[in-house]
């Protein structure tokens, strides 16, 4: 029997249309998946391929609230080192729509995306090592690490409060959020569009198509990722717990800067830094929102 050695890729893209024939609105959403198979010998065919490899869809096969229609086998390489077995792309291939009288009615569009920034790295991320001179001086280095981005367009009823944005924008989630934990999910951005649509009556109404942004953040040395961490150095430190704080000054009259640790003392030259951190990003319930995968009820989770 031949077998699905991976998924190769997907893709899964949508449209609104509105249908001025009937006032109806309706969502057509269509899916195509590309599975990696290996064959059973160099006498497969493609009609072989599809019926014997355990796990494919077969043309009625609902998936994400689509449903199959075709599926088609490309023979990709055969080997010559012993096996008799091939590689296969085999493609399936999906669609559906969806109709209603209303347009708000009708599942949200959603797509993940990504992007990049730059974090300076302080340590070597296989062995732990400092990012520094072996005189112990820091290096400059950044690494470029990955947003998740989660996109949410639906069409909702007019009129949009622009209070919304003002509430939401830059704050980040207080309760989990797509599977994200508290904190780990920045509000980035919301949009609205105004759209006017005659209704079978032929009645004109405002609707909003609103799309939000979210992006998650991950790191594994903390629990608060969107939190600022800075460096803890200044001109001034505490000597000891009585006395106020003080500056350094060098023999010529000038101010030095030195490294402080959590407390505000200062630390020798050779030591570690201390960062501190900062909450830039105040908390905000998103449920409130109706955006979680269960009140969105999308046939995209």
Request: hydrophobic fraction near 35%.
């Amino acid at each position: 029997m031949a077998r699905i050695a991976s998924i190769q890729g997907g893709g899964l893209s949508g449209d609104h249309t509105l249908q001025q024939e009937n006032g109806t609105f309706s969502l057509n959403r269509t899916m195509e998946i590309v599975y990696t198979v290996w064959g059973n010998s160099e006498l497969d065919t493609p009609d072989t391929i599809i019926r014997t490899t355990a796990g494919l869809p077969t043309p009625g096969t609902s998936m994400y609230g689509l449903y199959c229609k075709k599926v088609s086998a490309k023979r990709e390489k055969a080997f010559a080192n012993g096996t008799t077995a091939g590689l296969w792309s085999v493609t399936a291939t999906f669609d559906g729509e969806i109709e209603s009288l209303e347009p708000t009615e009708l599942p949200p569009e959603i797509s993940w995306s990504s992007e990049t920034y730059e974090e300076v790295l302080r340590e070597d991320v296989e062995d732990g090592k400092k990012v520094q001179t072996k005189c112990g001086e820091p290096l400059i280095l950044t690494k470029q690490q990955i947003l998740p981005t989660l996109t949410i367009k639906r069409t909702e009823n007019a009129p949009f409060d622009p209070n919304t944005i003002l509430d939401y924008t830059n704050t980040i989630n207080e309760k989990t959020f797509w599977g994200a934990p508290a904190g780990h999910a920045l509000m980035a951005g919301i949009n609205a569009t105004y759209k006017q649509v005659e209704t079978p009556e032929g009645e004109k109404k405002w609707y909003v198509d609103v799309t939000y942004v979210i992006k998650f953040k991950q790191d594994p040395k903390t629990q608060h990722p969107w939190r600022a961490r800075v460096l803890h150095w200044g001109t001034k430190f505490f000597k000891n717990a009585v006395d106020e704080a003080q500056c350094l000054i060098d023999g010529s009259g000038n101010v030095s800067g030195v490294k402080l640790d959590q407390n505000g003392f200062r630390l020798a030259d050779n030591a570690e830094p201390v960062y501190l951190e900062f909450n830039v990003y105040p908390k905000k319930d998103f449920g409130s929102l109706e955006l979680n995968p269960d009140q969105l009820g999308s046939v995209f989770v």
